[in-house]
Every structure is written in C-alpha cells, then in structure tokens.
C-alpha cells in the first residue's frame, strides 16, 4: 500500500504507480400481537437502523410495518424518516382490509410499464395484500406488462419478462410513456436512435441508489447555491492520478459504442481536468476529514480537506471512493466513513459511493471478505445515494484490473485510458473512467434534470 504520509494536497498529484453481493432475504420476526392499550407511536430512524430491526424492537412484522406504512420503501430507511408504529386496533384494521382486499378487475392486458427509478427492491406478491407470499424483488427499471387492476387501484398485477407474474404496489410502477417522457435522452445527429434510461440501468446493474432521497440533496444544494454541472473528486491515488477523467477534457477520449456518454461529457465539461485538495496519494478516511492535514495556503483555518474542497468547487456531486489506505485500520472504517457521507450530504452535494477494487483488509488484515466493500453498499442503501460498484467489474477484468502491487489500477500499453474499445476494456483505468462516466450519467439524467 502507499505509505501513510502527511502530505499537502496538491493540483492532481502528478504521478501514481498505476501501470506497476445479492444480498440474503430478511428474516421476518414473530409476531407478537401489541397490547389492546397501545398508544399511537411514531420512531424516528436512527443510523444503522432497518426495518426489520424496528419490527423487532416493537414486536411487529415487517409486513404490519409496511402496511402500517403506505409509500415506505422497506429496504431504504432514512436517519431521521419518521415511521408509523401502528397499534393493535389499527392492526386488526389493517389484517382485515388484507383479508378482504376488493377482487381484482381487468385492464388492457399487456400494458407495459416498468418499476420506478426510485422503487427498487419492491416486492411482487402471490396475492394483492401486504400479508401476502413476497415471490421476488424486482430491481429499479424492472420492464414489466401490467394485466389487472385491483378494484381499489392500489395495487398491479404484473408478468415480468421471464413470464413470472404476482402483484405489486401500484404507486410503484411507472406507465412505459411516462417513463420515455422523464427519461429519454435526444441523441445527437449522427448518434443513432434516443437512448433510454431504462435500457442503460438494465445493462449497468452495478449502477443503483437513483432515489427521492438523492433528489432532495441535490434540490437542496441549489438552494445553496452549488453549481449544477460541477462535480468534485475526493479519494487516494488511484483517483488523484491525470489517467483518471482527465482525458474528457483534452479531448484525448473514444467511447466507441458508448456514444450515448457524449450529453454527460458536455454538461459536466471543465470538472474532469480537475484540480483537487481532496483526492491525494496515501489518504485515508481519517486524514480526509483532519484539519490538521489541510494545506493552510488553500484552506480556512479548521477546514478539512473534504469541506475545503466542497467550498472551493460548490459541486453538485462528488464522486468518492476511498478506503485502500484504511485497510490496516478495517475495524474503524464504517465510523470514520459515516462523516464523509454526512458531510457531503450536509452541503447539498449528491456522493456517488464507489467500492474499491481490491480486498486488502480480508487477503492482508484478517477482515471478513470484502468489509469494507460491503460497508460503503449498505451505506449507500441506508442513506439513498447512488453506488457505483466498482469492485464488481474490475474482479471480471485480467488480474483484477490492477498492476503488480495489486491495488493500483494497470493502463493499457499505449496509454489510452478513455478508449472505450478492443482490448483497451481489459485494464483497470479504462474501466474506472467508463463506469465514473456512466455514473455520472445516470446521476445527470436520474437526479440533476428532468
């Protein structure tokens, strides 16, 4: 690993030696039935909390949560999302309006839709109820063909592509022409036909977390006055490197059958060749966030690197990955990556999580495999910001995408780390520019315009 240095932070660091889980099911707890004098309680989520740990806690189902709950998306609380903790009376309610859910009437059989962007994980049901058998869950974007209706229009009866059918919670699933309408990207002349946002996210599943939530941030950062089509670096020297998204600026680049990436080149023009206090060799998550590590000449007294940069740029998203350096100090690495989120959140910025390539913690440090991987996912899921799972492409590519010390990314021989073609795609540079590329554009599309 690079060695823990103090360093200033600097414009790009010059040189860098790069050429050198589905998750499993929720268990659904034992209903205990309330006392008949529960009083009408709300919760108030915490960090760390899930839904089924709120169930428990009160002594409930997931499912009564959820039904206790319309418009909650189970498998993405909020710190600080207010949660209805029904009492006994209201689950008798509850249980008998499942039990007696209107019959389903019929609509145009075969009308297609597809689940909504901010709606993934939900779940298709045997019948239209909460109480109901949970057959799969579907990911955003799912394409789907609506076949009924049920009487009270809560909920769709649904066949996915595969022929699987079930029903599914109707303020879920977007119409197929809503979708085009809010999602379509007007291809260039000689670009080819419009390209969906559907059809991207389909062939990019390590692409997620394009919520309401992340919408929020950044509708809250304009108010703040950040910049829409700016974005800021913040990691190690894997991303201080001028290999990394400089090549989009200069010009240097050929996205071959990904020409679609062109709209997110021009919009976010002039933040790929970028100058940065935030992404600097040897950096780790507590060094990020000390000001005693912040060069005194281009930071406010008290200002960490982090803050410094969000102040000197006023982003509108961050692209961040760290953790190779904390790979010595695992234990530590979810309650000193927790502030970064929550700082860039703070500051109306939308964080695109990245998980890192390498495993040094688990083949080095004696870490479970991939913790610090999986902490930055569920932080990703816990806050709703968008995750780019970077570890899942480059562990396809030859020796991981990395060069010999096994955590730098390696360059294809001629250089060309944004040729997006032939065997250019087998390094792990290139795949790092094309998967930042196609983050961004999702977040252009998904989050930052209509």
């Known amino acids: 690993m690079t060695p823990h240095v103090t360093i200033w932070s600097t414009p790009r660091q010059a040189s860098v030696a790069a050429p050198a ?17 529960a009083p009408t309680t709300d919760y108030t989520v915490i960090p760390g909390d899930t839904l089924w740990d709120i169930a428990v806690k009160f002594q409930l189902t997931v499912d009564e949560m959820t039904a ?20 006994s009376f209201e689950l008798a309610q509850l249980n008998a309006q499942a039990a007696g859910t209107s019959q389903p009437v019929a609509v145009l059989a075969g009308t297609p839709g597809m689940v909504a962007a901010d709606a993934g994980g939900l779940r298709l049901r045997e019948a239209p109820n909460t109480t109901a058998s949970v057959l799969k869950k579907l990911a955003a974007l799912t394409p789907v063909s609506i076949l009924k209706r049920s009487a009270d229009s809560a909920w769709l009866e649904v066949q996915l592509a595969d022929g699987n059918r079930g029903w599914v919670m109707a303020q879920y699933v977007d119409t197929a022409d809503t979708a085009a309408a809010s999602s ?5 002349p000689g670009m080819g036909a419009p390209i969906s946002a559907q059809s991207i996210l389909q062939n990019t599943p390590y692409l997620s977390g394009f919520t309401t939530r992340a919408k929020d941030i950044f509708k809250a950062g304009q108010a703040m006055g950040n910049h829409a089509n700016v974005f800021a670096v913040i990691g190690d020297s894997n991303s201080a490197s001028p290999l990394y998204l400089e090549p989009f600026d200069t010009g240097n680049y050929n996205l071959g059958q990904y020409r679609y990436l062109q709209d997110t080149i021009d919009y976010f023009k002039g933040s790929f060749y970028f100058t940065t206090v935030a992404a600097v060799v040897g950096i780790d998550t507590t060094r990020l966030m000390d000001p005693a590590r912040a060069d005194p000449a ?11 940069e969000y102040r000197r740029k ?8 760290i953790g190779t350096n904390d790979t010595g100090n695992w234990q530590n690495f979810e309650a000193d990556f927790r502030p ?7 500051k109306g910025i939308v964080p695109i999580l990245m998980t890192k390539g390498d495993d040094l913690e688990s083949t080095k440090y004696h870490a479970p495999d991939g913790y610090i991987n999986n902490i930055i996912i ?6 709703g910001v968008p995750l780019l799972d970077l570890h899942q492409v480059t562990t396809k590519l030859p020796d991981g995408g990395f060069g010999s010390d096994g955590f730098h990314f390696n360059v294809p021989p001629d250089g060309q780390t944004a040729s997006f073609t032939g065997d250019h795609l087998n390094y792990g540079y290139t795949i790092r520019n094309l998967t930042a590329l196609q983050a ?4 252009r599309r998904l989050i930052l315009t209509n």
């Not at 281009?298 to 410094?308: D, I, T």
């Open 440 to 443: 961004l554009d999702a977040v």
């Open 68 to 87: 206790a709950n319309p418009g909650i998306n189970p498998d993405l609380l909020h710190p600080g999302q207010v949660i209805k903790i029904p009492t």
């Open 298 to 308: 281009k930071c406010l007294p008290g200002e960490s690197l982090l803050v410094c």
């Open 340 to 346: 970064i989120v929550e700082t860039t959140i703070s």
């Open 21 to 37: 889980n589905a998750a499993a099911p929720t268990p659904v707890p034992t209903a205990i039935p309330a006392s008949p004098t």
């Open 378 to 383: 569920k932080i990703s899921r816990e806050y």
């Open 184 to 188: 379509t990207i007007n291809a260039k």
């Open 314 to 321: 006023k982003p509108s998203v961050a692209l961040i990955l």
